[in-house]
T-cell receptor, first 114, second 118 residues
């Protein structure tokens, strides 16, 4: 399966600390994305990093990509209570009949304690 | 980006019945997807909803169980048929947005439908 694996499965930190989540995948990719899901609701796209990029920033988010290790990390700096959510990485894949699709990792459940 | 309205937001159903979930987008989109998220799990793609043709189902999902309609470029429905407790999940629709400069498979999601089957 192309599905990615994320670690840790759950992470609990104090507000203000940094949170790091990791994602590994199995096949070559065009890009890798990170999504956030609050309390079983819809997913929100956070950031996309292309296969030829090594690092990307967006506000308090920093994403790295190591294609040689087939891994990515998401760093959230100066965490806030509102960052409490599940975070998923997603890689592009080819579905049946060539349809483009996303393959999601297992997710990391992040809890920010006040 | 795209704004997606999905309904119902939640429902409790009896086994053996069917539920139809609607997904409405505020703009015309080529690709719409339906996902299932079982409790505490990640998202699994059920099918790609194609406008004007039959949906493309992923391995493990069949049209008799999850019939999909896509009558136009802004609307789709997913029906969960002959439900059992194992169908209790969150069902999500999503659409693809492509940037001006490069095709990027960024997906925008509806808020999801939380289904409980008794």
């Amino acid at each position: 399966s192309q599905q990615g694996e994320e670690d840790p499965q759950a992470l609990s930190i104090q507000e203000g600390e940094n949170a790091t989540m990791n994602c590994s995948y199995k096949t070559s990719i065009n890009n890798l994305q990170w999504y956030r899901q609050n309390s079983g609701r819809g997913l929100v796209h956070l950031i996309l990093i292309r296969s030829n990029e090594r690092e990307k920033h967006s506000g308090r988010l920093r994403v790295t990509l190591d294609t040689s290790k087939k891994s990515s990390s998401l760093l959230i700096t100066a965490s806030r209570a509102a960052d409490t959510a599940s975070y998923f990485c997603a890689t592009d894949g080819i579905g049946i009949q060539g349809a483009q699709k996303l393959v999601f990792g297992q997710g990391t459940r992040l809890t920010i304690n006040p | 980006s795209a704004v997606i309205s999905q309904k119902p937001s939640r429902d409790i159903c009896q086994r053996g019945t069917s539920l139809t979930i609607q997904c409405q987008v505020d703009s015309q989109v080529t690709m719409m997807f339906w996902y299932r998220q079982q409790p505490g799990q990640s998202l699994t793609l059920i099918a790609t909803a194609n406008q004007g043709s039959e949906a493309t189902y992923e391995s493990g999902f069949v049209i008799d169980k999850f019939p999909i309609s896509r009558p136009n470029l802004t609307f789709s429905t997913l029906t969960v048929s002959n439900m059992s407790p194992e169908d209790s999940s969150i069902y999500l629709c999503s659409v693809v947005s492509r940037t001006q400069y490069q095709a990027k498979n960024i997906q925008y999601f509806g808020a999801g439908t939380r289904l409980s089957v008794l």
